[in-house]
């Protein structure tokens, strides 16, 4: 009778069992109770709003940390009924995995003041942690799961094209400093002080002052030339790896001839 009931807390809260009504229920009511989360994060910002409406926002926050307490209490009770997650191993395997971890930093900034009674200015920051609920989505989207398995898949190619952001930035940086320091030494103090203008150049946010010498001015142009394609490179990967797991999906899905094995 236990491992009956284990077993069905276990589909309830699997996103995979979409076909079943309640589990479907479930995983769209905590998506929401996600959503609503992050929203009132926002709206908390807002001094109007806190001011008239924080009993509001405290009791709703209460009520949702005793939702995603529950659940997952649920989870980690409930792990065993996974094959890949059987015994001691197995749920120490599962409470360190990264969406078990994602679990529980949704709730723990609530109880940490709790067991630490001091008003340590450090513990309201650690209320900021609330908008990892928002990662908690991938486990109920479709479409975030396979956003996650492309970044699995390409990892390495982003992995390079981050490194060679970071060369860029450190390059430019550099030149920049030296080149600009004499005349702005107010302005580009130090090579670090430099990155910001480069990220601005680089990101096209136009952020920072402009180069005031004629070959400073012309290195702008050309880290800016760079920008543009160093940091459209991720989203060309993302979007070749996107096309990519979608076809793989849509020919997994057609239908094969029983006798050789052929998609239809």
């Known amino acids: 009778m236990n491992n009956h009931i284990k077993k069905r807390i276990s589909q309830i809260l699997d996103p995979g069992h979409s076909a079943d009504a309640m589990s479907r229920g479930v995983n769209i009511g905590l998506m929401a109770l996600i959503f609503l989360n992050v929203l009132t994060v926002i709206l908390e910002t807002v001094p109007n709003l806190t001011s008239n409406y924080s009993q509001y926002f405290k009791t709703f926050e209460e009520f949702s940390v005793l939702i995603f307490t529950v659940e997952y209490g649920l989870r980690v009770w409930v792990i065993d009924q996974h094959s890949q997650n059987t015994g001691g191993k197995g749920r120490i395997k599962f409470l360190f995995s990264p969406m078990a971890l994602i679990d529980l930093l949704a709730i723990l900034p609530f109880y940490l003041p709790l067991l630490i009674p001091y008003d340590l200015r450090f513990l309201r920051i650690l209320r900021l942690t609330r908008i990892f609920r928002l990662l908690k989505l991938a486990k109920y989207s479709q479409s975030m799961q396979l956003l996650w398995r492309v970044l699995v898949k390409k990892k390495e190619d982003l992995i390079i094209t ?61 880290v800016a030339l760079l920008g543009l394609g160093v940091f459209a490179l991720p989203a060309g990967i993302l979007a070749s790896g996107l096309i990519e797991e979608i076809k793989s999906n849509d020919s997994n899905h057609k239908p094969t001839c029983p006798k050789c094995g052929e998609h239809l």
């Not at 060369?167 to 030149?175: D, R, Y």
């Open 162 to 222: 981050f490194t060679v952001a970071i060369i860029l930035l450190v390059f430019a940086s550099s030149i920049i400093y030296f080149v600009e320091n004499k005349s702005q030494p107010n302005t580009f103090t130090s090579i670090p002080a430099a990155m910001w203008w480069t990220v601005g150049a680089t990101t096209r946010l136009g952020v920072g002052p402009n180069p005031s010498t004629m070959l400073g001015m012309v290195f702008a142009a050309l």
